[in-house]
T-cell receptor
Framework: GENVEQHPSTLSVQEGDSAVIKCTYS??????FPWYKQELGKRPQLIID?????GEKKDQRIAVTLNKTAKHFSLHITETQPEDSAVYFC???????????????FGQGTILTVHP | GAVVSQHPSRVICKSGTSVKIECRSL??????MFWYRQFPKQSLMLMAT?????????EQGVEKDKFLINHASLTLSTLTVTSAHPEDSSFYIC????????FGPGTRLTVT
């Protein structure tokens, strides 16, 4: 089955700096790659997702890049703020469309701390 | 994005009893929902895929007789933890969506 590796496990940055989290996946058939932010005791919140027909996607301070050849994708957060502090998870699935995207394999998570 | 609700948010039960957790899609119909489990400081692990009107599909290592899933309508899936034991204590989260996947708020189960 699919295996997703996520690095680093912890990341500490100063407010205003950029943060980058990287994930690799094993199954070339995977075609949906979401990123979730999870605060302590709360649900994972979808912050951005990308499909394999797109190489990059941006939403304000957040961007995701995908390299299908190398089978890795990255989350980029610019101008970090203390409220960005949380655990971030990458995930991958090989959906054929519709709700089949939901069978997600998650990375191990990255604890991001943004110091004021 | 899609709104997914879950109930209850927290439950404490005694060992040997059963607990039912509900997952609802509030603003869309979901023929498929997904159940995950998350232990403290760990990642999310897919337990099963809930299919409306048919049997759930369980991941390897997940006991289907212990974690009963019913998806009786297009907006409701239930997970029943039968004969719960302390090792079943965990955060159970469902997800659903159309083009993107959204999670419910989760249920913190504590088995004493």
């Amino acid at each position: 089955g699919e295996n997703v590796e996520q690095h680093p496990s912890t990341l500490s940055v100063q407010e205003g700096d950029s943060a980058v989290i990287k994930c690799t996946y094993s199954d070339s058939a995977s075609n949906y790659f979401p990123w979730y932010k999870q605060e302590l005791g709360k649900r994972p919140q979808l912050i951005i997702d990308i499909r394999s027909n797109v190489g990059e996607k941006k939403d304000q301070r957040i961007a995701v890049t995908l390299n299908k050849t190398a089978k890795h994708f990255s989350l980029h957060i610019t101008e970090t703020q203390p409220e960005d502090s949380a655990v971030y998870f990458c995930a991958a699935s090989m959906g054929a469309g519709g709700t089949s995207y939901g069978k997600l394999t998650f990375g191990q998570g990255t604890i991001l701390t943004v110091h004021p | 994005g899609a709104v997914v609700s879950q109930h209850p948010s927290r439950v404490i039960c005694k060992s040997g009893t059963s607990v039912k957790i509900e997952c609802r899609s509030l603003d869309f119909q979901a023929t498929t929902m997904f159940w995950y489990r998350q232990f403290p400081k760990q990642s999310l692990m897919l337990m099963a895929t809930s299919n409306e009107g048919s049997k759930a599909t369980y991941e390897q290592g997940v006991e289907k007789d212990k974690f009963l899933i019913n998806h009786a309508s297009l907006t409701l899936s239930t997970l029943t933890v039968t004969s719960a034991h302390p090792e079943d204590s965990s955060f159970y989260i469902c997800s659903a969506g159309r083009d993107s996947m959204y999670f419910g708020p989760g249920t913190r189960l504590t088995v004493t």
